[in-house]
């Protein structure tokens, strides 16, 4: 079983930077696809950003490309997720995401991933 913790999520002005973090425990994660996705109030779930493995593209939502950057590191079994020039509408609840062997075609769509982290609230706000 793998457990997925997020934090670093918390209140920013706009144009602001965050810092996410996902700890995995229970497996390596070096052979997991790691995606993060938002939820915003009233709203659906949304891709931001999502890598099948290490040394693999990371591919990102278009609302958050040029400001968000993902990057993972193995040997701590972590992925990041860096907010940088944040806005009003990247305030949600972010959500970490894995599962193993996924398809390119798939890394987008959340009901392909077989775990999932209690998310971390990020909230960007004059």
């Known amino acids: 079983q793998v457990q997925l913790v997020e934090s670093g999520g918390g209140f920013v002005q706009p144009g602001g930077s965050l810092r996410l973090s996902c700890v995995a425990s229970?497996?390596?994660?070096?052979?997991?696809?790691m995606a993060w996705f938002r939820r915003a109030p009233g709203k659906e779930r949304e891709f931001v950003a999502a890598?099948?493995?290490?040394?693999?593209?990371?591919y990102y939502a278009d609302s958050v490309k040029g400001r968000f950057t993902f990057s993972r590191d193995n040997a701590k079994n972590t992925v990041y997720l860096q907010l940088d020039t944040l806005k009003p509408d990247d305030t949600a609840v972010y959500y970490c995401?894995?599962?193993?062997?996924?398809?390119?075609?798939?890394?987008?769509?959340?009901?392909?991933?077989?775990?999932w982290g209690q998310g971390t609230q990020v909230t960007v706000s004059s």
């Open positions: 995401a894995a599962k193993r062997g996924l398809i390119l075609s798939s890394v987008r769509f959340g009901e392909r991933y077989d775990y």
């Open positions: 229970g497996r390596s994660m070096r052979d997991y696809a």
């Open positions: 890598n099948r493995r290490s040394g693999d593209a990371t």
